[in-house]
């Protein structure tokens, strides 16, 4: 998910956060367990020598600096610098019951990372004529769906893609109390036409940009009526081809997050845990839905960015089609279909955040250098603490 409250808290862009990276043998701080570094040729595109030593300390330090500012109790990143090696860290706790320590390889719920699979699934079809980006909602989906849109006749899946429909957010007050409450619920495609209903739409259809999860979770039905499969099919097809070997779209019903580290939701003082929220909860707008590494991400961003995940060079070239979407809070500068552009300082970034029950992260290619790199820390609400900084380390490297 995205706003409102599982949620990117970027309160303060000078706030520390927590991170980690690809596994290293020298990496400083603890190396990771033997099966994620011999993975690691396979998660990374980089090879040669090391990230100089001066580079992977000043990665740990701000890693260890974060963890202790209190962004999370864990964290972790993987960095793949096409000149040098894959390096990896981690610092802080994955689980507060035990103290175990938080692992490289330890997994997580991406949230709203899984729009980017999710438009590459539409993508694919739209590259072998079997879907228009032009074609309305009501040329997709049923009326029993579209009826509860309005103005369902003038949204295409273009709009859905880039947040230009006008769709209201679902995801709400109510909404983040009803998961506390009940985090074992399993969601409907009713529950959130009935939240998106309760709230006005921010602009005609195409007549501006807000992102809104209705809008993928409508993508995913689209996805599941063309394809005459579940969405989750098609996604899993996408991460395949990507060659990610440590993601997994659990369905719902399956709320457990097996080999993750717990997720945390700070909640009157203390940090709950809320790592069994069922995967239907914002369905293919992200959420539970896809769990994941941070290895993979990278592995997925560096597959589609170079155009690996489609059968045809302009289709990547229409996926980075960008609209301006300014959320200066966050360094956003445009949004694309499932693809954001963002901007701190001289760096600028392509990718996309994640924020869920429990877990905050992104994935994101410096588009000047190539470096491709994605953390998560396990605990909701302070992904600008885990961007910023990491951001003006990736912006220090050689």
């Known amino acids: 998910m995205h706003p409102p409250r599982f949620a990117l808290g970027f309160t303060s ?24 570094l011999a993975d690691t040729a396979a998660a990374c595109a980089s090879s040669g020598p090391p990230l100089p030593a001066a580079a992977r300390s000043d990665l740990q330090h701000t890693l260890d ?7 999370a109790p864990g964290a972790i990143l993987t960095l793949d610098h096409p000149s040098y090696r894959a390096f990896s860290a981690a610092s ?11 692992d490289p390889g330890d997994r997580f719920r991406a949230g709203s990372m899984l729009k980017l699979a999710v438009a590459a699934a539409l993508l694919q079809l739209v590259e072998h004529g079997e879907l228009s980006l032009d074609a309305r909602l009501t040329q997709l989906l049923p009326p029993a769906i579209t009826s509860r849109v309005a103005e369902a006749e003038n949204i295409t899946l273009r709009m859905l893609l880039s947040h230009t429909g006008g769709v209201p957010e679902p995801v709400d007050a109510a909404f983040h109390a009803a998961v506390f409450q009940d985090p074992a619920k399993i969601w409907t495609l009713d529950d959130y036409l009935t939240l998106s209903a ?20 409508l993508a995913g039905e689209i996805l599941t009526a063309a394809s005459r499969a579940p969405w989750r099919d098609s996604v899993k097809r996408v991460l395949d081809r990507a060659g990610l070997t440590h993601s997994s779209l659990p369905r719902p019903g399956h709320a457990a997050c097996d080999g993750c580290a717990r997720g945390y939701e700070p909640l009157a003082g203390e940090l709950v845990d809320l790592t069994e929220v069922d995967p239907s ?43 301006d979407a300014p959320l200066p809070q966050e360094g956003q500068t445009q949004y694309g279909l499932g693809l954001a552009r963002f901007q701190f300082g001289d760096l600028e970034l392509i990718g996309h955040y994640g924020s869920t029950a429990g877990y905050n992260g992104f994935v994101l290619q410096d588009t000047a250098t190539g470096v491709v790199f994605a953390g998560s820390i396990n605990q909701d609400g302070g992904l600008g603490a885990l961007v910023v900084p990491v951001v003006q380390a990736v912006g220090r490297l050689p």
Do not use: E, K
């Open 198 to 217: 309760a709230h006005p739409r921010p602009f005609p259809p195409g007549a501006g940009w807000a992102y809104s999860n209705m809008d993928y979770i």
């Open 13 to 36: 862009l000078l706030a520390l956060a927590a991170w980690s990276g690809c596994a290293d043998p020298d990496t400083p701080g603890g190396a990771a367990p033997g099966p994620l």
């Open 65 to 71: 600096a974060i963890v202790a500012g209190g962004a």
């Open 92 to 102: 802080g706790i994955a689980d507060l019951a035990t103290g175990q320590a938080i």
């Open 281 to 323: 909860m914002a369905g293919a707008a992200g959420g539970g839905a896809l769990v994941t590494t941070t290895a993979d991400l990278v592995r997925f961003l560096r597959a589609l960015l170079a155009g690996a995940l489609f059968d045809r060079p302009g289709t990547l070239a229409i996926m980075t089609g960008f609209v």
